[in-house]
């Protein structure tokens, strides 16, 4: 998926998962953007193109009521200006330093030059030891700023709030930190394109500096020095300006030279600047410009692929939802008749917690009945990939019964719903803590997860949260004991 | 030793009620609730009571001994009856009780309770859970094969109904379970029997249900037991009835005598000039009121649980709660208010400046709560009074805030008499809603009553009494005829 495409798609996710409640962005929505995203891009597009389609479609349709959506995810695009300021900024860097180096004549021993030339080298060890340091992927904190500053920024927070509000400024909030995690890759390489463009730059500059004012002064080169004479002040040129000489064919001057060009004497520079300008394009311009180069590559790869997290539920439960087959959760209820309102919110939390899973909702299993105790020789078509036992609060756990159920069931998410225990023990929450811990205990002696919930009024993105953890814990689970055998 | 001591007990005039229900639906609860003392172990788990213990609930000055029987709950009811149909021969599960007690313990429990009963109930009180509908009452089936078998008569008992409430409510939960039990031949009858809240009303009706079920032999001990029963619960209510009337009447009777001033001060005073002396003298004067009051209340309260077997103790918390329980519903007679507020000079609405700044903390929020409850917040300070003698001011309380104690010690008195002891110390919880506005509509139905008994109240707290406690008496019974139409009546017009 290309990088406008996974921001889209990420910033559809930021609107679905974070508008808990529901305000912005309605269930009725979510199927509309499921159904047109389907039928647009068909039967053999990839998960990515659907995703994509769908998220286009999302941010489309609530650009149209919020704005502000739309002004974020365009607000959170890389900025392609900040970078050509940066190396413009960087050049323009270089040449001053020069300028605040030395006047009109040039110290041998102490030109900004080498100190370019050293940090240069520096950096270069520390590309090749960072990986081993910082891990892979990590930017620096010269990238972290520089990705700050061209991208993604901290939304702006203030005023009391309606539901809209609020939910619009989760939203607002949780994207740019979510684009953040999924684009770090490419911008980080994007990051260090800019950089190593704006090293080369500052070189560049450094040089442009010297030499633009070579036209119009005349540089004096001269050295002096408390401990070094002028052998060692050779041999050490002779290293240092050794790339430039290498590259310009002028030899590094010979002791005698340089003794005579010893402070207060001098000499005219241009020999010297050659040599210099020479070691400054081949240690520092080159290898950044290649560096440059392999980032820009690196960049232009990650930029048509960016990885998202298809593993995590809200993608899992999309995809499963578009390709292959919907999650299917059966709810088995156990010796429990569901009241009318008990069961559209039963429909709700189950919409919450699986998304577009088809779910069927079974006649109760008559108490203490051996023979259907086991649902699993129940005669009922294909297997489910989530089974979900419901029990209601009011009735004791027993082992014979409950947990007998339970063992033919095997373990997994059990769902207890409270309503019509709340309905008669309202204003009593130690009995209803009791008895809560009866059913965990028993729920949990035979492997599985309780999730209490009043199902005449859910709390929906509680119940829906608890629910999937306790259904993917289980899924999890199996995953790991798969992995194990 | 069940069987045995059975035996010994099984004589002429004695009658067994078995407490039976599946496992946890409240047996030992409601038998504690019946006793009115702790029996048992209560826990909110399966099978907590593990055998058959009887308890002798009541007993004649002749020798009738009723006697209710706490039974293990059934647990697998399904496999019980199952075994019960496979064979009809008691001995033969008998036998293989040694192997159910290690291998089967809800088994087991169940078979305990079936001995039990066969041997010993004249008459079955079976317990179910009010809270399930009965169509996911699982169990219910099995243990009406199981009662079935056993051939006793048996009274179905709704319990876990939850708090008390209004009688369309009760009586469509009856129903509901009525329907559900309609094919069960030895279901005699459906009560609504919460063992958490139960008042003793109900058990009269528990009783006169009863007594058609008791064999023949036995009717009339059951009988001379029921009137005992009776008699112990009406003297509990007389004795309940002088618990709540006295705080008041003493209350009403209560009063400080202020300091006398002199003239200037006086004629000031009733000009309104503000007298910080006055005013403090005031203030305290009120507090040692509001004191005596609260102490009063606190003594009564406990008086109340002790007289209805309730463990706990009326806590000063219980007590801040008085304040916010008074609330005058009635108009105020005008011209009465006109009086009252030449009466009560403009340093009494500086003491009630007082209390409101500084009474919340030092103790007095109990009279700066019922003042503002007993006038709504309209008129601060007319819960206390200044009575203007001769010579002399008095502070003393308003009729107006007597009639809301009436109204909080009758709500109180309902509560106390609904909390059945299963479920515990006595804690005071909320009231239910369609309490109040009954209590209200009753006291301000009696207010000519109640005002006589004030009238009286220059003559000391014996003379208010003498009014007040078969006002109050009344007003209670009035009221629990109201939630229990017809009870009482029957109860007291029976001999």
């Known amino acids: ?263 207060p004497g001098s000499e005219n520079a241009a020999t010297w600047m050659h040599l210099m300008a020479g070691t400054v394009a081949v240690v520092v311009i080159a290898p950044r410009l290649v560096l440059a180069l392999a980032a820009a590559l690196l960049e232009r790869r990650r930029a048509r692929r960016v990885r998202l997290p298809l593993d995590e539920p809200y993608f899992r439960r999309l995809i499963a939802g578009w390709v292959g087959e919907a999650t299917r959760v059966r709810v088995i209820p156990y010796s429990y008749t569901l009241a009318p309102a008990a069961r559209a919110g039963l429909d709700e939390v189950l919409a919450r917690a699986f998304g577009n899973a088809v779910a069927t909702v079974d006649e109760p299993v008559g108490w203490g009945d051996d023979e259907r105790s086991n649902p699993m020789t129940d005669a009922a078509p294909g297997t489910p990939d989530i089974r979900l036992a419901l029990f209601s609060l009011t009735a004791t756990p027993e082992e014979d019964a409950h947990g007998a159920f339970l063992s033919g069931l095997g373990p997994g998410p059990a769902l207890v719903d409270e309503s019509a225990f709340l309905a008669r023990w309202g204003d009593d929450p130690q009995r209803r803590e009791t008895r809560r811990a009866a059913w965990r205990e028993l729920v949990e002696a035979h492997g599985g997860t309780p999730v209490f919930v009043d199902l005449a009024e859910p709390d929906l993105p509680a119940a829906g949260a608890q629910l999937a953890d306790a259904a993917s814990a289980r899924a999890s689970g199996d995953a790991g004991d798969a992995r194990g055998r | 030793m069940g069987a045995d001591a059975a035996a010994g007990l099984d004589t002429a005039g004695a009658v067994s009620l078995s407490l039976i229900s599946h496992t946890n639906a409240g047996k030992t609860t409601l038998a504690r609730t019946l006793l009115g003392r702790d029996v048992g172990e209560v826990r909110d788990a399966p099978h907590v009571t593990a055998e058959a213990t009887p308890y002798p609930l009541v007993q004649t000055g002749g020798g009738d001994l009723l006697t209710l029987w706490d039974t293990p709950g059934f647990g697998d009811s399904v496999r019980l009856a199952r075994r019960l149909r496979q064979d009809r021969n008691p001995i033969g599960w008998f036998l293989s009780q040694v192997w159910d007690r290690y291998q089967d313990r809800a088994l087991w429990l169940s078979q305990l309770a079936v001995r039990n009963v066969a041997e010993q109930a004249d008459v079955v009180l079976y317990l179910v859970n009010a809270a399930e509908a009965p169509a996911d009452a699982g169990y219910l089936a099995p243990e009406l094969e199981v009662l079935d078998w056993i051939g006793k008569p048996v009274l179905v008992l709704l319990n876990q109904t939850g708090p008390p409430r209004e009688r369309t409510a009760e009586d469509a939960d009856v129903a509901r379970w009525r329907a559900a039990l309609a094919g069960a031949g030895h279901v005699r009858g459906v009560l609504a029997f919460d063992a958490f809240a139960r008042c003793w009303v109900q058990e009269f009706t528990l009783f006169d249900t009863i007594a058609p079920l008791v064999p023949d032999a036995s009717r009339p001990a059951f009988a001379r037991l029921t009137a005992e029963w009776r008699r112990l619960r009406l003297a509990d209510f007389d004795l309940s009835m002088a618990a709540l009337a006295e705080p008041i009447a003493r209350a009403a009777a209560d009063r400080i005598v202020l300091e006398s001033e002199p003239l200037a001060k006086r004629v000031g005073g009733s000009l309104g000039l503000p007298d910080p002396v006055r005013s403090k003298a005031r203030a305290d004067a009120a507090e040692q009121l509001a004191a005596r009051l609260r102490a009063d209340q606190r003594d009564g309260l406990q008086r109340l649980i002790a007289i209805h077997r309730l463990g706990g103790s009326a806590a000063d918390a219980v007590l801040e709660r008085v304040a916010g329980d008074i609330r005058l519903d009635a108009p105020l007679d005008e011209t009465r208010t006109a009086a009252l507020g030449g009466v009560v000079s403009g340093a009494l609405t500086g003491l009630g400046a007082d209390l409101l700044a500084g009474g919340l903390t030092f103790g007095a929020g109990m009279v700066a709560g019922a003042i503002v409850g007993a006038l709504g917040g309209a008129g601060l300070a007319r819960g206390i009074n200044v009575v203007r003698g001769r010579s002399e001011s008095s502070l003393a309380w308003e009729d107006a805030f007597l009639d809301g104690l009436v109204t909080s010690a009758l709500l109180r008195y309902l509560a106390v008499a609904h909390y059945g002891r299963g479920r515990g110390d006595w804690r005071e919880g909320e009231y239910p809603p369609h309490w109040r506005p009954i209590v209200v509509e009753a006291v301000v139905g009696a207010q000519a009553q109640l005002a006589s008994a004030w009238a009286r109240r220059g003559d000391g707290d014996g003379a208010v009494l003498r009014g007040l406690e078969p006002a109050i008496a009344r007003l209670a019974r009035e009221l629990l005829d109201r939630l229990y139409p017809g009870v009482l009546a029957r109860a007291i017009d029976a001999p």
């Open chain 1, 1 to 263: 998926m290309d990088e406008s495409a996974a921001l889209d798609v990420t910033a559809a996710r930021a609107v679905e998962t974070a508008d808990g409640d529901r305000v912005l962005w309605s269930d009725a929505d979510r199927d509309w953007a499921n159904r047109a995203a389907a039928a647009i891009v068909g039967e053999r597009a990839s998960a990515d193109e659907f995703l994509a389609r769908r998220a286009g479609l999302v941010l489309e349709r609530i650009g149209t009521r919020q704005p502000a959506v739309t002004r974020t995810v365009r607000g959170i695009r890389w900025r392609p200006w900040v970078g050509v300021v940066t190396v413009l900024a960087a050049f323009a860097l270089g040449m001053l330093i020069d300028r605040i180096g030395g006047g009109s004549s040039i110290n041998l021993l102490a030109p900004p030059v080498f100190a370019l030339v050293a940090w240069n080298l520096v950096v270069y060890l520390w590309l090749l030891a960072r990986p081993l340091v910082l891990g892979r992927g990590a930017p620096g904190p010269a990238r972290s700023l520089l990705i700050r500053v061209a991208s993604v920024r901290a939304p702006l927070h203030g005023g009391p709030a309606d539901a809209a509000t609020a939910a619009r400024r989760t939203v607002l909030a949780g994207l740019p930190r979510e684009w953040a995690r999924v684009a770090a890759p490419l911008y980080s390489a994007r990051a260090a394109r800019v950089l190593h463009l704006a090293a080369a730059a500052t070189a560049l500059g450094v040089i442009a500096g010297l030499y633009l004012r070579g036209l119009v002064f005349e540089y004096r080169a001269s050295w002096e020095s408390t401990f070094l004479g002028a052998e060692q002040v050779r041999a050490l040129l002779a290293v240092t300006l050794a790339p430039g000489s290498w590259i310009t064919g002028i030899p590094v001057p010979d002791v005698a030279a340089i003794e005579a060009i010893r402070a």
